[in-house]
C-alpha cells in the first residue's frame, strides 16, 4: 500500500520559534495532501489541503500565516508553525492521496505518523 | 456542526467477542465511507471502506453495515482480540468536488483478555 512519512515524529521547541514538519509520500506522487490537527482523546481536524505547485486551502478559523504550507514537489508537502506557542502543542498528522486508484475511491487518503509537538 | 456523528463514545468487549460501533452522517452526497484504526502516537490507518452502491462489506474480522435510506453505516468486528484496542475513526466524503474526509469523534476499543 501507499506509505506516507513524517519528520520528526516529535518536536519540543521554544515558544516563539519556528518548527517545520515534513509530510512525504514514499512510493508514489501525491498530488493532493491533507494537514491535520488532533487534540488528545478527539478526532483529527483538518487544517489546510495542499496541492502541489499552489497556494494551499485552509479551513475556517486556521491561520494561514501562522500555519505556512508549502507543497513544492509531488512528494512533499511542509508545514511550518511560525512563532509557536503553548496552545499550539498537538499532534500534527499529514496525508496523501494516492491518485494510481487501485482502492474503492480515488479519495482514498493514505496518513503520516504523525508529528508531536510541544511547545514550552 | 459535526457531519458524522460516532457512537459509543467508548466500547470494552471481551475477547472473542463481536464490537460492533455505530455511524450517521446527514449529507445524501456522501459516497465514500472510511473506517480507520489508529493507535496511540500513530496516524490512522485505514481499515475498511465502502461506496453507497452495496448494503455490506467484510475482509477478514471487519465489516461494514451501511444501511442507505438511514444514512447509517457501522463496523463489526468479529472474535475481538486485545491488539485491537485502538481508537475507530468512521469518515465520510465525496467523490467529486469538495471531496474532504469528514471524521466522526472516535471510538475507543478496549478488548479484555
Known amino acids: 500500500g501507499a506509505v506516507v512519512s513524517q519528520h520528526p515524529s516529535w518536536v519540543i521547541c521554544k515558544s516563539g520559534t519556528s518548527v517545520k514538519i515534513e509530510c512525504r509520500s514514499l512510493?508514489?506522487?501525491?498530488?493532493?495532501m491533507f494537514w491535520y490537527r488532533q487534540f488528545p482523546k478527539q478526532s483529527l481536524m483538518l487544517m489546510a489541503t495542499s496541492n502541489e505547485g499552489s497556494k494551499a486551502t485552509y479551513e475556517q478559523g486556521v491561520e494561514k500565516d501562522k500555519f505556512l504550507i508549502n507543497h513544492a514537489s509531488l512528494t512533499l508537502s511542509t508545514l511550518t508553525v511560525t512563532s509557536a506557542h503553548p496552545e499550539d502543542s498537538s499532534f500534527y498528522i499529514c496525508?496523501?492521496?494516492?491518485?494510481?486508484?487501485?482502492?474503492?475511491?480515488?479519495?482514498?487518503?493514505?496518513f503520516g505518523p504523525g508529528t508531536r509537538l510541544t511547545v514550552l | 456542526q459535526q457531519q458524522v456523528k460516532q457512537s459509543p463514545q467508548s466500547l470494552i468487549v471481551q475477547k472473542g467477542g463481536i464490537s460492533i460501533i455505530n455511524c450517521a452522517y446527514e449529507?445524501?452526497?456522501?459516497?465514500?465511507f472510511p473506517w480507520y484504526q489508529q493507535f496511540p502516537g500513530k496516524g490512522p490507518a485505514l481499515l475498511i471502506a465502502?461506496?453507497?452502491?452495496?448494503s455490506e462489506k467484510k475482509e477478514g474480522r471487519f465489516t461494514i453495515s451501511f444501511n442507505k435510506s438511514a444514512k447509517q453505516f457501522s463496523l463489526h468486528i468479529m472474535d475481538s482480540q486485545p491488539g485491537d484496542s485502538a481508537t475507530y475513526f468512521c469518515?465520510?466524503?465525496?467523490?467529486?468536488?469538495?471531496?474532504?474526509?469528514?471524521f466522526g469523534t472516535g471510538t475507543r476499543l478496549t478488548v479484555i483478555p
Open positions: 469518515a465520510a466524503s465525496r467523490q467529486t468536488g469538495a471531496n474532504n474526509l469528514f
Open positions: 449529507n445524501t452526497a456522501f459516497d465514500y
Open positions: 465502502i461506496r453507497p452502491d452495496v
Open positions: 512510493d508514489f506522487q501525491a498530488t493532493t
Open positions: 496525508s496523501a492521496r494516492d491518485p494510481r486508484g487501485g482502492g474503492i475511491s480515488y479519495n482514498e487518503q493514505f
